[in-house]
């Protein structure tokens, strides 16, 4: 049978996670940990997923808990997805033994034909049985007025994970069609350059059991007249059990939106982001067929002067002593006439909001997905080893044979 494999929303994210040319997403039977800070997008990207499943196999056959530790969940789920992925009386373990139990019980539940997913919400927000039996120990010390002298700082919880917790979780949902995802919080802020240098709940145990760690950064705020709208997030595989681990990409989320797919695509595909998540030059002129980006700075000098704008644009407000790309083409979408003399040059082009709004009238998204998915492997192709296959070749007839 087929493994069930759980996509993400987005084309970017599925490469990264799937691992292997023409693999997407993330397979069941496995658990996978999303790493981050708190404005980095794990709650969003594990709806996202949970939407994805929903929409692709419908509630009779996709079942899913989202076990919300924290008691934070606060998404409004219904406007963006079209169902309530909170149920009216959710699930909120306390203790990692708790939340085993939980996560048994459900897949235990699923049928032969139904597929899951779990998210645990976050691994941070539980203790164990240990500290709750020593939380209440201490209580009845003092209410007695006694000391409590059995010390602070048990092992408890993290003994029981890496000793029980992770090696029965995959025993338990191995060959089955479950997805578990334990997302987990970082203790400062993440830079996006130095993902190890963070430590998160669960150590050297979480990165031996699970199929794939994965860590978000908060690259860039999305800003509106002001105000934030989203988020640009880089993503990263520090663990991944693939022939291709420590892959990484660019996403973006939108919080009344979700996660940007569409845009997404069109960054990666158009070489928009920059290496700190910034939109560069080449987003104000895109050609959905055509080179328009690769244009130069003499380039762009030389088209002002054959069509005598040089000193029009040097009497703008986006000339200020010293021209680069980016204020050369503010200039040109500035009038409409610019962009027709720019159109007749190199051809029509647009900027990237007026790429994404007209792939989406077109229907282009399926052809967008494609062209991403084949610059991905150009890429792969072209760092892939070429060495001759080491134990691919058949015996030669003169080998000896060995009879017994």
Not at 16 to 23: F, I, L, P, R
Request: proline share 2%.
């Amino acid at each position: 049978m087929e493994q069930i494999r759980f996509t993400t929303g987005c084309q970017l994210l599925d490469l990264v996670t799937g691992g292997a040319k023409n693999v997407f997403g993330i397979p069941a039977g496995r658990f996978i940990n999303i790493v981050g800070d708190k404005s980095a997008g794990k709650t969003f990207l594990s709806n996202e997923i949970i939407a994805s499943a929903y929409h692709k196999y419908g509630s009779k056959k996709f079942k899913w808990v989202y076990d919300d530790c924290e008691s934070g969940y606060s998404f409004d789920t219904e406007t963006m997805y079209g169902f309530e992925i909170m149920p009216e009386n959710p699930i909120h373990s306390r203790t990692v033994e708790e939340a085993f139990c939980n996560i048994t019980d459900f897949a235990g539940k699923l049928k032969g034909d139904q597929f899951g997913i779990y998210v645990l919400d976050s691994l941070d927000g539980l203790t164990s049985q240990e500290q709750d039996d020593r939380a209440e120990e201490r209580l009845k010390a003092f209410h007695a007025e006694k000391t409590f002298d059995k010390g602070t700082y048990g092992m408890g919880k993290q003994k029981y994970l890496s000793q029980e917790f992770f090696p029965q979780l995959c025993s338990t949902i191995e060959n089955k069609n479950v997805l578990v995802i334990i997302i987990s919080q970082i203790r400062e802020n993440i830079d996006m350059f130095s993902f190890e240098k963070y430590s998160r709940s669960g150590g050297k145990a979480m990165d031996f059991y699970a199929h794939s760690v994965l860590w978000l950064a908060t690259a860039k705020y999305i800003e509106k007249k002001g105000r934030k709208v989203g988020v640009v997030v880089k993503a990263k595989t520090t663990k991944s059990k693939t022939p291709r681990p420590f892959r990484e990409c660019f996403f973006s989320f939108l919080y009344d939106y979700g996660l940007d797919d569409t845009g997404s695509n069109i960054d990666y595909l158009f070489d928009l982001r920059t290496e700190k998540g910034e939109l560069n030059t080449k987003a104000k002129a895109i050609q959905w067929n055509g080179d328009v980006g690769k244009l130069t700075l003499t380039d762009l000098k030389k088209f002002l002067e054959e069509y005598e704008l040089q000193d029009k644009f040097e009497d703008s407000r986006y000339y200020d002593g010293k021209a680069t790309s980016e204020d050369i083409f503010d200039f040109i979408q500035s009038k409409k006439e610019y962009k027709e003399k720019f159109a007749e040059k190199f051809g029509e082009s647009m900027t990237r909001d007026e790429l994404i709004e007209w792939i989406e009238e077109n229907n282009l998204e399926d052809e967008l997905r494609q062209r991403v998915i084949d610059k991905w492997e150009e890429f792969e192709d072209s760092i892939k080893s070429s060495r001759r296959k080491k134990y691919g070749t058949a015996p030669k007839t003169t080998d000896a044979i060995v009879r017994g």
